[in-house]
């Protein structure tokens, strides 16, 4: 076998590997996506639309809790003044996501512009682990999981408009099904987050800005705090990981000598 034939080989078996472990990271988003965007198929349905309107929300607008709120937006015939306020509000955390991953997604190349289309709060807490798979394309391996997470939610999607239309269903309370869903990624970024101060400081604005504002709009004004908070205590938080990273450093060479 040649060198060019080698070459070939070796780059097969990288890109058959990163499909594969691709596939085995997102399995654990398509058993929540699945359910999740039939939740939102049957909501659809039970408001009069058709499955094509849930094929074409989950390839374009592909926001899981938006897409739910979309529902309710549609059926009441909402100016899209008050649709663009609504999608920022809700979506305003992908503002962290893409500051987060602005030096990952550098050199993404053509990938790039689909993975910040595709960026979701699960896609996103499985491109921000520190380790990837051995033997894998690196920016072929965020895409593969991007777009294997979304076909995910488009399936759910369809067939949940698909269910609702077949058989009688009790729709009532599967809209809580996101509300669940953002309370166990809560939990799980609160136990793997070396500082709870950002966490901390969500709750904290948010409750004070509830108190002052009703149900409808008290959102608008609690994000627009959370990131003022955020910005502010970024410069703070760094000067503490630095510490400690210096702190572990020194006993580690206390520990060598």
Request: net charge neutral.
């Amino acid at each position: 076998m040649n060198k060019r034939q080698q070459g070939t080989t070796e780059n097969n078996s990288i890109q058959k590997n990163t499909i594969k472990q691709a596939f085995i990271s997102s399995l654990p988003v398509m058993a929540g996506y699945i359910v999740l965007g039939m939740g939102f198929g049957i909501l659809l349905q039970d408001k009069g639309y058709t499955w094509p309107w849930a094929l074409l929300m989950g390839v374009t607008i592909y926001a899981g809790s938006m897409q739910y709120v979309a529902v309710d937006l549609l059926a009441a015939g909402a100016s899209l003044i008050s649709v663009t306020l609504m999608t920022i509000m809700v979506q305003i955390r992908h503002l962290f996501y893409g500051i987060t991953l602005l030096k990952k997604y550098e050199k993404a190349g053509k990938y790039k512009p689909y993975m910040i289309f595709g960026l979701t709060d699960e896609t996103f807490s499985l491109v921000s682990r520190p380790e990837l798979p051995e033997n894998v394309d690196e920016f072929k391996y965020y895409f593969y999981l991007t777009m294997m997470n979304h076909s995910y939610w488009i399936i759910g999607d369809v067939l949940g408009v698909i269910l609702g239309s077949s058989f009688a269903f009790n729709s009532r309370g599967v809209d809580f099904a996101m509300t669940a869903l953002f309370v166990v990624i809560f939990v799980e970024q609160w136990e793997k987050a070396k500082s709870h101060i950002p966490a901390l400081t969500g709750i904290v604005i948010t409750a004070v800005c509830r108190l002052l504002f009703d149900a409808d709009t008290f959102l608008i004004p609690s994000m627009i705090g959370i990131t003022v908070a955020l910005f502010l205590e970024k410069r703070w938080l760094k000067r503490d990981e630095r510490s400690e990273e210096l702190s572990e450093q020194a006993k580690e060479g206390v520990n060598h000598d």
